[in-house]
Nanobody
Framework: EVQLVESGGGLVQAGGSLRLSCTASGLPSADYCIGWFRQTSEKEREGVSYISSSDGSTYYADSVKGRFTISSDNAHNTVYLQMNSLKPEDTAVYYC??????????????????WGQGTQVTVSS
C-alpha cells in the first residue's frame, strides 16, 4: 500500500518560514518522483515544486522561486519543502504527490498517481 504522509504545516506570520515533510512508503518504483501542490477554496490545485528521483533536478513555480527550496533524504524516503519569506498568498492546503517522472514534471495535479492527506499552511499579514 502506498502512503504519503505530510507534516509541518501551521500558522506563521508573513515573512516567516515553515518546512513541510512528505514521507513516502510502498511506491511501486524507485523512479517515482515527489512533487508539492497547493490548493485554496478559490483556485484549482497548482503545482509548486518537484524534485527528480534520477538526478535531483528541481522545478519551482514562478510564484515561489527564490523563496522555496525542495530537497530529499533518500535514506528516509522523505522530501522536504523549505518555505521562506512566506506571503499571505501562500496560504493553502499543501499536498505532496507521487508519480512517474514524466507525470510529475507536468505539475498537473490530475496526472499524479498518489496523494498525501494535505497539510494546512496559513500565513497571516
Amino acid at each position: 500500500e502506498v502512503q504519503l504522509v505530510e507534516s509541518g504545516g501551521g500558522l506563521v506570520q508573513a515573512g516567516g518560514s515553515l518546512r513541510l515533510s512528505c514521507t513516502a512508503s510502498g511506491l511501486p518504483s524507485a523512479d517515482y518522483c515527489i512533487g508539492w501542490f497547493r490548493q485554496t477554496s478559490e483556485k484549482e490545485r497548482e503545482g509548486v515544486s518537484y524534485i527528480s528521483s534520477s538526478d535531483g533536478s528541481t522545478y519551482y513555480a514562478d510564484s515561489v522561486k527564490g523563496r522555496f527550496t525542495i530537497s530529499s533524504d533518500n535514506a528516509h524516503n522523505t522530501v522536504y519543502l523549505q518555505m521562506n519569506s512566506l506571503k499571505p498568498e501562500d496560504t493553502a492546503v499543501y499536498y505532496c504527490a507521487a508519480g512517474t517522472p514524466t507525470r510529475v514534471a507536468t505539475m498537473t495535479w490530475w496526472l499524479q498517481d498518489y496523494w498525501g492527506q494535505g497539510t494546512q499552511v496559513t500565513v497571516s499579514s
